[in-house]
T-cell receptor
């Protein structure tokens, strides 16, 4: 059973560019959350998707947007990249009804470097 | 502002030397407190969920406890394979957001 898969694993962009990161949730999971983890920090909540809708958003600017597809996979888009966007972007999936159990399954992340 | 603080930032132990990691929080209306383990270059891996003060959970050499304002992760007789960053996260009522601490980097020496 495949866990959460993310792509690409590493990428380098320059300031002002746009990036799209992709996530396939664990089989059967219907809820996807995205987190940003800067070096030496804990993950920070970006937003969560359920039933193809953004259900909650963290303190991130509108440059960060996302999408969830009918097969529950998800994309994170970041426009007008800044140096401070350099981080590990983590996707986490869960069953919606099990979300409060804390048992999120994380992917290995996409490491974004902005030059 | 809701905050989660973990201490110490880093901890070095000899194999077999037991210790505890702390997670304190200022969240009001706690829904749950969660512990995760993160290995270098990997995503966090779920360990425990605690819901109410007095609750305890155990898994192998790890035991998590919860009071009204903090949680402890006790590591008994650790082994080198327990080396990792341990993250604490909280969720408060009415929200789907998990608030993570900055983690404790644990190194267990053989």
């Amino acid at each position: 059973d495949a866990g959460v898969t993310q792509s690409p694993t590493h990428l380098i962009k320059t300031r002002g560019q746009q990036v799209t990161l992709r996530c396939s949730p664990k089989s059967g999971h219907d809820t996807v959350s995205w987190y940003q983890q800067a070096l030496g920090q804990g993950p920070q909540f970006i937003f969560q998707y359920y039933e193809e809708e953004e259900r909650q958003r963290g303190n991130f600017p509108d440059r960060f947007s996302g999408h969830q597809f009918p097969n529950y996979s998800s994309e994170l888009n970041v426009n007008a990249l800044l140096l401070g966007d350099s981080a590990l972007y983590l996707c986490a999936s869960s069953f919606e009804q099990g979300y409060d159990t804390g048992e999120l399954f994380f992917g290995e992340g996409s490491r974004l470097t902005v030059l | 502002e809701d905050q989660v603080t973990q201490s110490p930032e880093a901890l070095r132990l000899q194999e077999g030397e037991s210790s505890s990691l702390n997670c304190s929080y200022t969240v009001s209306g706690l829904r749950g407190l969660f512990w995760y383990r993160q290995d270098p270059g990997k995503g966090p891996e779920f360990l425990f969920t605690l819901y109410s003060a007095g609750e305890e959970k155990e898994k192998e050499r790890l035991k998590a406890t919860l009071t009204k304002k903090e949680s402890f992760l006790h590591i008994t007789a650790p082994k080198p394979e327990d080396s990792a960053t341990y993250l604490c996260a909280v969720q408060f009522r009415g929200t789907y957001k998990y608030i993570f601490g900055t983690g404790t980097r644990l190194k267990v020496l053989a």
